[in-house]
């Protein structure tokens, strides 16, 4: 089992920035991959950045250029740095960490990106 808690999310204006924080119950290199997920209302979850437990990073053409992943191994934390923010990055995100098969999701926060 593992707990994830996401932090840092708000109302923030476009053009702004915001840093997105996930703190695991356990240590974040017993799983496979660490990942910041989106989802705004009627539509799929979709993925935004991921971390492999190697540091390899991946992201979703719309997060290319504006957000950064990053880990932080001694806190069991996950980070997820959002500048240059618009109106279409409002979605509830998503802390998910992978090991096999199997996926922890956090409870999400809210991101609102409004003027």
């Known amino acids: 089992q593992a707990q994830l808690v996401e932090s840092g999310g708000g109302l923030v204006r476009p053009g702004g920035s915001l840093r997105l924080s996930c703190a695991a119950s356990?240590?974040?290199?017993?799983?496979?991959?660490m990942a910041w997920y989106r989802q705004v209302p009627g539509k799929e979850r979709e993925l935004v950045a991921d971390i492999t437990r190697g540091g390899i990073t991946n992201y979703a053409e719309s997060a290319k250029g504006r957000f950064s992943i990053s880990r932080d191994v001694l806190k069991n934390a996950v980070y997820l740095q959002m500048n240059s923010l618009k109106s279409e990055d409002t979605a509830v995100y998503y802390c998910?960490?992978?090991?096999?098969?199997?996926?922890?999701w956090g409870q999400g926060t809210q991101v609102t990106v409004s003027s």
């Open positions: 998910q960490a992978k090991l096999l098969t199997i996926n922890y």
């Open positions: 356990r240590s974040i290199f017993s799983f496979d991959a």
